[in-house]
Every structure is written in structure tokens, then in C-alpha cells.
């Protein structure tokens, strides 16, 4: 494909508006944030605002991988809020197991691969639990994925039992806080989660599977693709990503907070597929679900620095994610340029 | 689990109410109605009250949770008045609608105790006292140990003559996040002290540590105090200090709201400098006040819990005491 087919095409057309608010709101601070831009070398790793952004939005992206292909079967995963918080506190209580019975004493120190693989299976079960609701027993994806997100978070409770479990475990913070390359732990994860997740998805049939069972589940069942599976392994894949994300969670401030760790964070994901451009059950662009992530953050990152009230920091964050979805619209693209050619025609 | 606790405490209270109805004549009976389990704080809360009724012989505690439900507070506070007990104490869980439960209990002649939460009714005769932290108080006690301290802890020649404050504040709209702010403004304003920066950072450590990172973004070594409403914002803050290369309580001065263990650990670790106490342990107060009004004595309309301000200095040896 040459230059011009490739600027033509449809999914480098969805792209443009998504990237184009996202280099909006970051001109918007290379004017008028001093320093923000700035990125410098401190000890062999990249320190700036920019990289505060892909680190702090490394969760939700994750998070969005996951949303997107569910989204693309035509489903949604209201769960991977309470999902994070649950394998925070499983890592949590993996670490220190007697801490929620009132021992301080750190034991002999977990194996990271028990740390790690213990929450991982545990959140690979609550995608399968969702997964099974959903492509088997048949419930709408809203409602079943629900069940999750009132229980998961209580789960969590139960877990933790209500206390915020702090543990120091230096190879699992890792995973929050440390350094490869350069950059931030949790960006190279996200990394090398889309990059396995876009090969899979598109240098295979999968992705084109998804679509058409988001277009029309009885279809492509006629057709032959196995529609039931793909949808359970959507839910499970969700089910790992939120797992994952709730671990980068929990390793970057050394704590278990079952009441608060990715709360609301489902909608955050959800808010960043639909201005990526992924639509409810159809297309799906992860890429998309990935700027969609960094405008939000950037945005989050911009009040921060810039001090914006806390009292308005919502309204500020709404008006310009609305913004941002109606230029997607192509419908209030024509209604705005329709309006500009009428105005044209009296003055020819 | 701790619910479940919860009620097996009332049907054991419930079972011995019956037991010990013909006993029960010298005893006071006190109904606390408790909004729920929803945080660490409130299960410290219970607990204190709970632990201190059993201790005292003449009182009898008939306690009922709420689960964060107003509907379950006033079916309670109606049982209680059908009951006949004593004293009715309750921590409301919004600020309205109380009236009529509450006219119940005055034309019943049972006097209404608030616990470490106000109520929003025209007639404040429809309760005795009302128990509680000053969120404004604790707000002045950290600017004034601020004040008092700052010289002492950091190298006073410097040239500026004013120093740089940043601000965690809470929740959006509650409570002790406006009040907090308050008082603290109210005994900074006109000194060298001056807030630079104020965000929310939602009482949690992530989002502290977040908004912590993009102040010293912003700000960076200009920072010279930070104060948090909370001690768990504290607590990410100061990840996001020593992340970004600054000594937290020494290159930053850290004060802090609520003494939680966490916070005093931290003050070993000399992290944090100073955490004003936020105490849920309400009980000894509460049946005091319980004793001082069935002998007959008038109560204030506001008691104001006895709160510290813990300076690192103490942290170690109060460390073993901290009950929450």
C-alpha cells in the first residue's frame, strides 16, 4: 500500500480525529505549561511530564486492550475495577498472609512467581466467570458483567478484611515502580501487550472472528467460526488485563486498597474505547483505545500541573471528552460544514 | 466477616436483653444505631464503643448496624424508642430527614446523643450533644504546628522569606476536606506560609502519590511543605518524593491528618514529620456523657473529642499504643 492509499483509508480516517485531540491538548501545553515538555535523563532513566503520562495511564490502557475486543463482540466488562482490586489484594495477602490478623512481622519472603501467578489465575477465573455468563448461559454482558463489579469489590473486602494491606517486597514493586530501558516498568507491559495482542488479532483471523461475531453472532456462527469459545476467551483475556493492571496498581504504591484500588476505572476504559473509535460490536482498533487512554490522562496530568480547582477539575475533564466524541461524529462534522457551505452559497 | 460479627453481637445482645430484663432495672441502657462497616476508621469506631460498654457494668449496649442505610438508622432509632431504653446515641449517615424520628424519641422523653456527625433539623432541641472531631481544629492544629516547627526543622537562612505549601486535599465536597482546608487557611493566612498548589487527591494513596508526582513536576524543588487531609495521601506522596530524588521530612516538611499506624511508622522512618489525630475511639466519651446526663447533669451541645498532634519526635514510643 503506497502513502496516499494508506492516508486514504478508512482506518487511518478513524484514527485522525482521536490523534488529532490528542496533539490538540498536548500543543495546548507545549504554549502554555512551561516545562512540560521537558524531559531529561536522571540516572539513566527519562523524567518528565510526558512520561508521567504513559505511566500513570499504563492501567487503564491495559484495562482498554482488554475493553476493546470485548467491545468488539458487542459486549462490555463493567468487572475490571473490582477485578484489579481483587488481585491487588491477593498479591497483597500472598506477601504478607497473617498481616490481616494483626501480625506485622514480614515471614520467610513469597517467590515472585507465586506473588504474581496466584492473582493472575484468580483474575483469569473472574474473566472466565464472566465469560461463562455471558457466551453460555446467555445473560446481557452488562448485567452479568455487574454481578462482578458489586460482588468483586467486596471480594476484595473480604480478602483484605476492609484494612489497606502494606507489604515491602522489593522484585514484585518492581512491577509498579522500576525502571527497563529507561522507562517505567509498567510501560514496557503495556508494550508487549499490544504488541502480542495486535499480532494475534491482526496477523491472524482472530480479529476479523471478533468482528463478525460483533456484527452478527448468528451469522458467523453459520459461517463456522466458534463463536462461544472466542467470546468466553474475550472475557477471559479482559479478566487477565484488569488481573495485570491491578497488580501495577497494588506494586506501584507498596498496598493493598481493596476499597479503592481501579475504582471507576471501568468507565475511565470504557470512556477511552469509545473515543479511540472502537464501536459496540464491529471494528475494533486497539491503537485507538490507546490514544484514547492518553488523551484522558494527559488531560488528568495537565490539570494536575497546571491547577486547574479541584472543585471544577470534573466538569473541565467532561466538557472536553464530549468535545472530543462529537468531532468523531460524523454526523456533527456535515452539520457544521453543511452549515459553512450554506453560508458560502450567498457570498459566491 | 465483620458484619457477620456485628450481628451475632445483636443477637447475643438481644439474648441477654431478655436474660437480664428482670436484672436490668439499675443498669443504663444505651441504643447506638452505627452507620456501618465502610471503612477501617468506622470499624475502630465500633469497636471502641462496643469494647468500652462492656467494660463499664452499669451500662447495657443494644448496638445495630445500618449497612450505610438511613431507612435502617431510623427503624432502629423506632425499636429503640418501643424498647424503652435509656439514652439513644447514632452516627447519621446523611444530615437530613431526621425530624420526625427524632420528635419520636422527645415526646418518648429519651434523650438523643450524635455521634461524629451532625444532623440538619430546624429544632436542635430534638438532640442533647453532639460528639466528634472539629475537622476546622485539626485543620488550625496543623498549621500551627507547621508554623511553630518549621524554623526548628529546616534550614532557616534560607534566603526566601516565604515558604512554598502544597495541599492534598480529600474528597471533593466532604466534610473534612472543605473543613481542613479551612483551618488551615484561617491560621496561615497573612504569614510566609503560602499554598502554591491544591488538588484532590480522594483520601487514597494512588491518587496522592499521583498528584504528588505532577506538583514536583510543576513545582519541583520549590516545594518546601506538604500538607496532606489525610494520612494515606501522605503515605503515596512521599513514594512520589523519594521517586523523583528529594527527602521526604527533610528536603519536604510532611504534615498530615488522622495518626493511622502507617503514618506513624512512617514518622519512625522520619518521612513523615507531624499527623494530627482524627480519632474514631468515641466509646470512654460517649458513656461518659451517657453518666453525666442519667446523674442529671447539663451537657455542652458540642463536645469536641480529646485529639493530639503526634510529632516524629513521639512516634516510636506512642507507636505501641495506636489502636487504628
Known amino acids: 500500500m503506497n502513502q496516499v492509499q494508506w492516508l486514504r483509508s478508512e482506518n487511518f480516517q478513524r484514527m485522525l480525529w482521536p490523534l488529532m485531540a490528542l496533539v490538540g491538548i498536548l500543543l495546548f501545553n507545549l504554549f502554555f505549561t512551561p516545562g512540560f515538555f521537558h524531559i531529561e535523563i536522571k540516572d539513566g532513566r527519562f523524567f518528565g511530564s510526558l512520561v508521567d503520562i504513559a505511566n500513570r495511564a499504563a492501567p487503564v490502557m491495559l484495562l482498554a486492550i482488554g475493553m476493546t475486543l470485548v467491545f468488539a463482540t458487542g459486549g462490555v466488562d463493567l468487572s475490571v475495577g473490582a477485578v484489579m482490586a481483587i488481585s491487588g489484594a491477593i498479591a497483597a495477602t500472598v506477601i504478607r498472609p497473617d498481616y490481616v490478623k494483626g501480625v506485622l512481622e514480614y515471614g520467610e519472603v513469597q517467590s515472585l512467581f507465586l506473588v504474581l501467578s496466584i492473582p493472575l489465575f484468580f483474575s483469569l477465573l473472574a474473566g472466565l466467570w464472566n465469560g461463562l455468563l455471558v457466551a453460555v448461559i446467555g445473560i446481557q454482558p452488562i448485567i452479568a458483567t455487574l454481578i462482578l463489579m458489586v460482588a468483586g469489590r467486596g471480594i476484595a473486602q473480604l480478602i483484605t478484611q476492609g484494612q489497606i494491606v502494606v507489604f515491602i517486597h522489593e522484585p514484585f514493586q518492581y512491577i509498579g515502580s522500576g525502571f527497563l530501558f529507561g522507562l517505567p516498568f509498567p510501560i514496557i507491559l503495556v508494550l508487549l501487550t499490544f504488541t502480542v495482542t495486535y499480532l494475534l488479532t491482526r496477523r491472524t483471523g482472530l480479529g476479523l472472528f471478533i468482528e463478525a461475531i460483533g456484527a452478527n453472532s448468528v451469522a458467523s456462527r453459520f459461517m463456522g467460526i466458534r463463536e462461544r469459545l472466542i467470546t468466553l476467551s474475550v472475557y477471559i483475556f479482559s479478566g487477565f488485563c484488569a488481573g495485570l493492571a491491578g497488580l501495577i496498581v497494588c506494586a506501584d504504591i507498596k498496598a493493598a486498597d481493596a476499597n479503592n484500588a481501579g475504582l471507576f476505572l471501568e468507565l475511565d476504559a470504557i470512556a477511552a474505547v469509545i473515543i479511540g473509535g472502537t464501536m459496540w460490536g464491529g471494528r475494533f482498533t486497539i491503537f485507538g483505545s490507546i490514544v484514547g487512554t492518553l488523551i484522558i490522562q494527559s488531560l488528568t496530568t495537565t490539570i494536575l500541573t497546571r491547577g486547574v480547582a479541584p472543585e471544577v477539575t470534573l466538569v473541565f475533564k467532561a466538557f472536553v471528552i464530549i468535545l472530543v466524541a462529537l468531532i468523531q461524529s460524523e454526523k456533527f462534522r456535515r452539520l457544521f460544514s453543511g452549515r459553512m457551505a450554506r453560508k458560502k452559497v450567498p457570498a459566491s | ?324
Open chain 2, 1 to 324: 466477616m465483620k458484619k457477620l460479627l456485628q450481628v451475632v453481637a445483636c443477637i447475643v445482645c438481644a439474648c441477654m436483653m431478655i436474660a437480664g430484663s428482670a436484672l436490668a432495672k439499675d443498669k443504663i441502657v444505651v441504643g447506638f444505631s452505627q452507620i456501618g462497616a465502610e471503612s477501617a476508621w468506622r470499624v475502630a469506631n465500633t469497636d471502641s464503643i462496643v469494647s468500652e460498654a462492656k467494660s463499664r457494668p452499669n451500662i447495657e449496649l443494644k448496638f445495630s448496624d445500618a449497612q450505610q442505610k438511613q431507612e435502617n438508622q431510623i427503624k432502629a432509632i423506632r425499636s429503640f424508642i418501643s424498647q424503652g431504653v435509656d439514652v439513644i446515641a447514632f452516627s447519621p449517615v446523611v444530615e437530613t430527614g431526621w425530624e420526625p424520628v427524632l420528635k419520636e424519641a422527645k415526646r418518648a422523653g429519651i434523650p438523643v446523643i450524635l455521634s461524629d456527625r451532625a444532623v440538619d433539623v430546624q429544632d436542635d432541641s430534638l438532640w442533647v450533644t453532639f460528639m466528634g472531631s472539629d475537622f476546622v481544629e485539626e485543620g488550625r492544629r496543623a498549621g500551627n504546628w507547621l508554623m511553630e516547627n518549621y524554623d526548628r526543622l529546616k534550614n532557616p537562612d534560607k534566603s526566601s522569606d516565604v515558604v512554598n505549601v502544597v495541599e492534598l486535599q480529600g474528597t471533593v465536597g466532604s466534610a473534612p476536606a472543605i473543613d481542613r482546608k479551612v483551618g488551615f487557611a484561617e491560621v496561615t493566612e497573612g504569614s510566609a506560609f503560602k499554598i502554591i498548589k491544591s488538588q484532590s487527591g480522594d483520601f487514597t494513596r494512588a491518587k496522592g502519590k499521583e498528584v504528588m508526582e505532577a506538583f514536583l513536576k510543576s513545582e519541583g524543588d520549590k516545594i518546601d511543605v506538604l500538607y496532606a487531609h489525610n494520612d494515606d495521601m501522605a503515605l503515596g506522596a512521599i513514594q512520589a518524593i523519594e521517586e523523583y530524588g528529594l527527602k521526604p521530612g527533610k528536603d519536604i516538611i510532611i504534615v498530615s491528618i488522622d495518626a493511622v499506624r502507617g503514618a506513624f511508622e512512617a514518622m519512625i522512618e522520619g518521612k513523615i514529620n507531624c499527623t494530627v489525630e482524627c480519632s474514631p475511639l468515641l466509646g470512654p466519651q460517649l458513656f461518659d456523657a451517657v453518666e453525666d446526663l442519667m446523674a442529671g447533669k447539663e451537657l455542652p451541645k458540642r463536645i469536641v473529642t480529646n485529639e493530639g498532634v503526634f510529632p516524629a519526635e513521639v512516634a516510636e514510643e506512642t507507636l505501641p499504643t495506636r489502636k487504628y
